[in-house]
């Protein structure tokens, strides 16, 4: 149904590529930016350009960056003996905002995933193992989501890292199963991270 | 909080003027955009910059066009003989959805609310006038929201319009069809019942 002129069409169009955006948020949303001026439009989309051209990817544990580093691999009061093994950059943000941990993190930029065609080579699991040998790891820590996905992901992880002679830990179940770790309350993650337990 | 690195930080406070949207969604976006290949990214904020740049105003009725007129004051089908008036683009559109209406629009492009500073200048009042001094406009519709504002700019025009000799009319207040009449507030109902047809 195309009752939109063609530009609101493609501009709703777009919009709707947002998570949880359909038809009639989208129209919402392109009806607030067209009553924006000029300027105004240019630095919103401009900031988005930008984001995607500045923010990069640490080097190191993939998490967002502007420069090579990120600030918690950059940061020498973190201790290099825990890495905390994360499914995306939020869910290392929600760690960070509990302020209980001390160490340092992996992105792994996903979960074991067949059914969606994500194998091993799609996660940043070689650079991962290769960490765990090259630097002074004691101790993975996988928090990965409390899902089929991440269990599993979590699991394989296991196989592969116990052979280095690093303890391997998981998040204690004080998150709710099947919940996401991004929207788990600071409280919540701290205990989860207190009551870690062997694997 | 400044959590975030800064150009995710403007990412994220670009995106949360976006109506509803807090810092939650604005991030959960903002993270959506940046997983995007910059090629999509383009895409995404040209058609946002097209679309202020190519969608106008109809010089007539103020409803969006990419020309001169849009496509209701340029369909030679429907009546000149009545003009309904609305706030804004997206209740003309709606308008439109019933497929019942086969006359003009006029867009005021908002509703008297001197609280927000808005008086019968800001809005498209005196080409309204002109309108129905020099067409051939036999009756208007009032089509303004049924809430104070609307109220106070329905009665406003009323009495510009009267004096030129035009019927004057506004939608009939009553329950949504399909509605609920338990639940269904007293205002609604009184209005409802004022306005009952016989049958």
Request: contains cysteine.
């Given at each position: 149904m195309s009752e939109y002129l063609l530009p609101l069409e493609?501009?709703?169009?777009?919009?709707e590529r947002l998570p949880?955006?359909?038809?009639?948020?989208a129209t919402k949303y392109a009806f607030t930016l067209l009553s924006m001026t000029t300027e105004e439009l240019e630095n919103f989309t401009t900031a988005i350009l930008d984001g995607k051209k500045k923010i990069l990817n640490c080097r190191k544990c993939f998490n967002l960056c502007e420069g090579e580093l990120c600030t918690v691999c950059g940061d020498?009061?973190?201790?290099?003996?825990?890495?905390?093994v994360v499914e995306d950059v939020r869910t290392l943000m929600a760690m960070e905002r509990t302020r209980n941990y001390k160490g340092l993190y992996h992105v792994l930029g996903g979960v074991l995933s067949p059914i969606d065609g994500v194998g091993p080579e799609k996660l940043h699991i070689a650079e991962l193992l290769s960490r765990v040998k090259e630097e002074e790891t004691r101790e993975v820590i996988i928090a990965t989501n409390p899902t089929v996905e991440g269990e599993t992901t979590a699991m394989y992880l296991t196989k592969l890292l116990h052979p280095l002679g690093v303890r391997v830990t998981r998040l204690a179940y004080g998150v709710p199963v099947g919940a996401d770790l991004e929207y788990a309350d600071e409280i919540t993650l701290a205990r989860a991270l207190d009551g870690r337990r062997e694997l």
């Amino acid at each position: 149904m195309s009752e939109y002129l063609l530009p609101l069409e493609l501009m709703v169009e777009q919009l709707e590529r947002l998570p949880g955006v359909g038809r009639k948020t989208a129209t919402k949303y392109a009806f607030t930016l067209l009553s924006m001026t000029t300027e105004e439009l240019e630095n919103f989309t401009t900031a988005i350009l930008d984001g995607k051209k500045k923010i990069l990817n640490c080097r190191k544990c993939f998490n967002l960056c502007e420069g090579e580093l990120c600030t918690v691999c950059g940061d020498a009061a973190r201790s290099g003996e825990q890495i905390c093994v994360v499914e995306d950059v939020r869910t290392l943000m929600a760690m960070e905002r509990t302020r209980n941990y001390k160490g340092l993190y992996h992105v792994l930029g996903g979960v074991l995933s067949p059914i969606d065609g994500v194998g091993p080579e799609k996660l940043h699991i070689a650079e991962l193992l290769s960490r765990v040998k090259e630097e002074e790891t004691r101790e993975v820590i996988i928090a990965t989501n409390p899902t089929v996905e991440g269990e599993t992901t979590a699991m394989y992880l296991t196989k592969l890292l116990h052979p280095l002679g690093v303890r391997v830990t998981r998040l204690a179940y004080g998150v709710p199963v099947g919940a996401d770790l991004e929207y788990a309350d600071e409280i919540t993650l701290a205990r989860a991270l207190d009551g870690r337990r062997e694997l």
